[in-house]
């Protein structure tokens, strides 16, 4: 029997991804998204027009699903997004819902989303559905963000310090996720998922740097230029100061953590950061590699 699988944030860096992989499987997918006439999905999925904040369009979107896989991007407003979305998959009869999460959820010294996606994983685990939670570490993609000062010849601004992360392609997420959705024994069980090894920002300065062939200089910002710069880019005082407590758990090392879980549920290591990289040289305006996959 073919099953429909809803993906939420289809549009987004992890959702457009399972999307296009799940197609590429021969799966029956449909994709959340708030505006179906722009969205670029590939031929054969159904775009579902709606919001993880709007549960009307959330249920909606569920019904005659089988599987789910569940987005909720955190800011204040989202607190309650991944109990409304499992209570609209439970209600629509879904089977199977597989959470994006976060490395170190619950935990309330990394902020505002660290505490949001411990309460949606809460959710999750009470559902009385089969689950699955993913929980990524900094993706490598963060770095594109260094794109437009590098262009300009500017340092990259560095509010982490020193912090070491396990840093991990999206892409390892995106088939992690993949995996979870459509594949046996995974069910009730959490991945913590990590590249091979934890990386400052200095240290991904430098293996960006070699790749491009050129230096890569960063400049540490202090707190207080931190919730500046956020709140000059349109962030609330209240996303700010959440921020602000996840930036400092991860500068005292909260995050440096490295699993096995992508190797495991894969059968392959985890990418490295340098591999991510050199596929994406391109964006930085340096030597573009075609390693895609």
Known sequence: MVVMILVTGATGTIGSDVVRRLVARGEKVRALTRDPGRAQVPPGVEAARGHHRDLDSVASAMTGADTAFLVGVFKPEDADSDRGM??????????????????S????????????????????RESGLEWVLLRPSAFASNTLSWAGPLRSGEPVPNMLGSGRQGVVDPRDVAETA?????????????????GPETL?????????????????????????????LLVASGWSEESAQGMLRS????????????????????????????????????AFGGPRSSGEG
């Open 86 to 103: 499992v209570e609209a998959a439970r209600a629509a009869g879904v089977r199977r819902v597989v959470k994006l999460s976060a490395i």
């Open 105 to 124: 959820a619950g935990d309330p010294r990394t902020g505002l989303g660290g505490i949001a996606h411990g309460h949606g994983e809460e959710a999750v």
């Open 178 to 194: 993949v995996a979870a959705l459509v594949g046996p024994g995974h069910a009730g069980r959490t991945y913590t998922l990590t």
């Open 200 to 228: 400052s920002p200095q240290e991904q300065a430098a293996t960006l740097g070699e790749v491009l062939g050129r230096r890569v200089e960063l400049r540490d910002l202090t707190p207080a230029q931190t919730r500046e």
């Open 247 to 282: 930036v400092r758990f991860v500068a005292e090392g909260g995050n440096a953590v490295v699993t096995g879980d992508v190797a495991e549920v894969l059968g392959r290591p985890a990418r490295t950061y340098r591999e991510w990289a050199r596929d994406h040289a391109g």
